[in-house]
Structure formats: structure tokens, C-alpha cells
């Protein structure tokens, strides 16, 4: 089984990344941890209250729920699992044991940055993945025509 990481901004657009790796790795079965970076909070308060119920993932769009689904069902014989996590935290050593944690082979992502912030405590976390010894597969996606990062459902299923 082949574990690998994808990082998302809650966007259809990250989720684009996944007809790649399905097409060049969905020989053997498939984890996927997508992943959204956040800044570690600041406040104790804010660090005690951290749970499963916190707000960041209010982030996670229903679009981006609803994508998914249809991703884990397009490719039922290939994804194994396909689960969203937090990174909280911006150093290489929290990054690190992250990849470790999640059992990560391999890091997929856009060949070209058009990351979006979802949220005040978001990053992009491509300095991190960068400086990771992890193997990269940088996928080419189609330039936007739109101006703005929207999400549009049919972008889908552009490859």
C-alpha cells in the first residue's frame, strides 16, 4: 500500500491532483492523507480548547466534502482511504513527524502554486515540502481561465 500526501487549501482545484496520482500509482492501493496547514495558535487558551470540535474545520468546505465523495467513488477499486488532516505547526521537524505519523512514501501537488489561504491561520506549506527529504511528484495541471479561485464543481473532472 502507498501512502501519499497531498496538500489542499479546501479548493476543487487541489483535488485535481488526485487523477494523477490515481493514474500513476493505482496499481497497488492507495492512502491519501490531504493535507491543510496551520499556524501552531499562540494562546494558551486556544491550545488547551484544541479538539476534534474546533474550528478549523469549519474550514473544510461541503463542496470540497462533496468532491471527495465523488473522488473515493470514481476510484472505489484504487483509493484504500482518502482522509483530511491538520499540520499545526511550521517548522521542518513538526513537518516531519507528520509524514512519519501518516506512514507518507510519497508527497504529490500542483506543478504550479495557485494556493489560497482558507483561513487566518493557514499557509502554504510548500517551503516545507520543499526542504522535506520526502520524493516530490509534481503534477501539471491546465491553467485557470478565471481570474479568481472559485469553487466550481465541474473543475473536477478537467485532468
Request: with cysteine; aromatic share 10%; net charge positive.
Amino acid at each position: 500500500m502507498k501512502h501519499v500526501l497531498i496538500p489542499t487549501d479546501f479548493s476543487i482545484r487541489s483535488l485535481r491532483v488526485l487523477h494523477s496520482v490515481v493514474e500513476k500509482f493505482g496499481h497497488e492501493p492507495l492512502t491519501i492523507v490531504m493535507m491543510h496547514a496551520l499556524r501552531m495558535p499562540t494562546s494558551i487558551t486556544d491550545l488547551m480548547m484544541l479538539s476534534r470540535r474546533s474550528a478549523h474545520y469549519d474550514l473544510i468546505t461541503e463542496d470540497y466534502k462533496d468532491a471527495c465523495e465523488i473522488i473515493r467513488n470514481k476510484y472505489a477499486s484504487s483509493i484504500h482511504l482518502l482522509k483530511t488532516e491538520f499540520l499545526f505547526g511550521n517548522t521542518s521537524s513538526v513537518f516531519r513527524n507528520f509524514l512519519q505519523y501518516q506512514n507518507i512514501d510519497v508527497i504529490a501537488c500542483a506543478a504550479t502554486e495557485e494556493f489560497r489561504l482558507a483561513g487566518k491561520d493557514s499557509y502554504n506549506p510548500a517551503t516545507l515540502i520543499s526542504k522535506s527529504k520526502y520524493p516530490v511528484y509534481k503534477v501539471p495541471l491546465k491553467q485557470r481561465k478565471e481570474k479568481f479561485l472559485v469553487s466550481a464543481m465541474s473543475e473536477l473532472f478537467e485532468v
